[in-house]
């Protein structure tokens, strides 16, 4: 029997070591492959550190110097065009994809062949980059099928160069951009649609609200998560986009380096492996990024003050 | 490391035998310096020819002429020989002698086919039997094809000299240093360049220039014929031109030069960017490319 004075011992199972232990493979890996070499980008962008030829020069710390020379050098203008050739591409996407999603999940119209359609739209997404590019570069080039369709149906008398027009390419690589990427964005989005409570459109519906009514007041708003998800992992690819005009100008950017992109003039720096300034590159964009996406989150998911307003010939309070 | 050469990539012009005339000597008459070249090109083009496929293809007769190496310290040397380039090639692209291809792309090679309309290609001995054979035949050898007069261009094309002697490429066999096969390298390397006989027989079955004077002299004299080039011995041409090459100005940044070079002045061909622009295009990649690398010096 128990004396009233001993401290009740029990003896509970406790489980938390088995979920650390189970979670510490990611960290580890993470730790490794992604945390210390983030670090060591960071921590080289300080520092002079090439190779010329054979030898190599390096490591010299020199401070700021790398930033300064990016600065210097056009940085701004591969910024730019890293932003236009996204957003070029984005709209479209996010257009599209709404309105797929919005006829996709619609009782009314009850498309039919939707998984067909659905499969169809994601497969872009499947082909590697690099691939679809080398595809385009073919199909447009100066000899290709589309010159030869467009010149034997008379539209053109001669081959357009889509690859040394500025608008050409940078129209071509956020086109491949959108293919691959409107099918993702569409099933997220039908899923995110279908996540919202249908009585509030049957509550509508008795209401006399249209369907571009239910559209932008019930459904666009209560899907902004899922908006500001894919607002911000499109931008941190975007920013990082690389693989496609890569590709398609062969590594030059042409014409004129309008497509040179973030990464592709890191990229250039690699052929001298200079760690230095591929460092403050992969640095610069780590913050730009960074900023970009705490705006985007903020806009995305700040407080609807309509919800505040007092309602129109409602009762008051 | 040390290095040998296997094979020596002497460089002449190539050209189909629709000049009016089929014999390469009296073609080199036409061809023989870059004023008679030109006037090859006007003619060319009044008969519906282009004279060249694209931008680069006459660029390496310009950079293996120059009289500075590349890079000197930490200065790059455009030398005047290279802006001769540009002028001809802006020249070429205005009035419409070439086809504004970009060497090695989709359109360089099928100009090489039957239904190309393109005279002729700088190509090196390698160029021969590894490029230009391929891209010559209307049905390709995977496609049950075969190498022989009828097929396409083949048996169209011959030989000359053109305006300048030049190089590109080689084939080197190189040791790693510090190997524990020392012998049996040096055994490979003396196989593989000295021995006239192996030689010969790479030569007579690829049509490669091999790196072996009293082999090929043997071949230059003797006659032997390839078909592809219409029962031309281009051994004897290329035994003639090779001692004529000067490799005396190559350097460590010789690569890197000529790829950015030639980039930056695609855009101005193009008419995208002007010559200030270009220029400062190039300046701009080199430094990319070598950072250890400071000025850039144009010629007056």
Aim: glycine share 8%; charged share 15%.
């Amino acid at each position: 029997m128990q004396s009233e004075n001993s401290p009740k011992k029990k003896k509970s199972i406790r489980y938390d070591k088995w979920g650390y232990l189970f979670i510490a493979p990611f960290f580890i890996i993470f730790i490794v492959f992604s945390l210390i070499p983030l670090g060591s980008t960071v921590y080289f962008s300080f520092f002079q550190y090439f190779r010329q030829g054979l030898k190599i020069i390096g490591p010299n710390f020199i401070g700021l110097a790398n930033f300064v020379k990016l600065f210097q050098a056009d940085l701004p203008q591969y910024l730019g065009n890293t932003l236009i050739l996204w957003i070029v591409g984005f709209i479209p996407q996010i257009i599209i994809s709404l309105l797929l999603a919005a006829w996709f999940t619609n009782e009314r119209l009850h498309l039919r062949g939707q998984s067909f359609f659905k499969t169809v739209i994601y497969m872009p997404n499947l082909i590697m980059a690099s691939a679809f590019a080398m595809l385009f570069f073919t199909l447009f080039s100066d000899n290709g099928p589309v010159n030869g369709f467009l010149q034997s149906a008379g539209i053109l008398s001669e081959p357009f160069s889509f690859l040394s027009s500025v608008i050409g390419t940078r129209g071509l690589i956020s086109f491949m951009n959108f293919l691959m990427w409107f099918g993702n964005t569409t099933i997220l989005l039908m899923a995110a649609i279908m996540g919202v409570d249908p009585g509030l459109y049957e509550a509508a519906e008795i209401d006399g609200a249209s369907f571009n009514q239910m559209f932008w007041r019930i459904t666009i708003p209560l899907i902004r998560p899922i908006m500001a998800y894919v607002m911000i992992t499109s931008l941190i690819g975007g920013l990082q986009m690389f693989d496609v005009p890569q590709i398609l100008t062969n590594g030059f950017g042409t014409p004129d380096r309008t497509s040179t992109t973030m990464i592709m003039y890191l990229n250039n720096h690699m052929y001298s492996k200079n760690f230095g300034m591929a460092g403050a590159v992969s640095t610069v964009l780590f913050l730009i990024c960074a900023v970009l996406c705490f705006i985007v989150y903020f806009i995305m998911t700040r407080d609807d003050d309509s919800a505040k307003k007092p309602r129109k010939g409602g009762a008051h309070k | 490391m040390a290095g040998n050469s296997r094979s020596v990539c002497v460089s002449p012009f190539h050209c189909k035998s629709s000049l009016g005339t089929d014999d390469p000597t009296k073609v080199q008459e036409g061809l023989s310096d870059w004023t008679k070249f030109d006037n090859v090109a006007k003619q060319a083009s009044a008969k519906g020819y282009k004279m060249l496929s694209g931008f680069d293809d006459s660029y390496r007769t310009f950079s293996n002429n120059v009289s500075t190496p590349w890079v000197t310290d930490t200065t790059v040397n455009v030398d005047a020989n290279i802006m001769k380039w540009v002028t001809q090639t802006k020249d070429y692209t205005t009035k419409n002698y070439n086809d504004k291809s970009i060497l090695w792309d989709n359109k360089w090679q099928a100009d090489q086919g039957p239904s190309g309309k393109v005279l002729g290609f700088f190509y090196s001995t390698w160029g021969i039997n590894f490029t230009l054979l391929g891209n010559s035949l209307k049905t390709p050898t995977k496609e049950g094809g075969k190498e022989e007069v009828g097929n396409g261009a083949y048996g169209d094309y011959a030989v000359c000299q053109g305006p300048q002697g030049y190089y590109w490429g080689g084939t080197w066999i190189c040791a790693a240093k510090g190997t524990d096969n020392v012998a049996t390298i040096k055994n490979v390397m003396k196989t593989l360049t000295c021995d006239s006989t192996i030689m010969k027989k790479i030569t007579t079955v690829t049509q490669d220039y091999t790196n072996n004077k009293s082999a090929m002299e043997e071949l230059a004299n003797s006659d032997f014929k390839s078909a592809f080039l219409g029962g031309q011995n281009h051994i004897k041409l290329f035994a003639a031109v090779a001692p004529t090459i000067d490799m005396s100005k190559a350097g460590a940044y010789d690569q890197g030069c000529n790829e950015a070079f030639q980039a930056a002045f695609h855009d101005y061909f193009n008419g995208t960017v002007d010559l200030a622009k270009a220029k400062a295009n190039f300046e701009k990649a080199i430094k990319e490319k070598y950072p250890d690398l400071t000025a850039v010096k144009w010629p007056a």
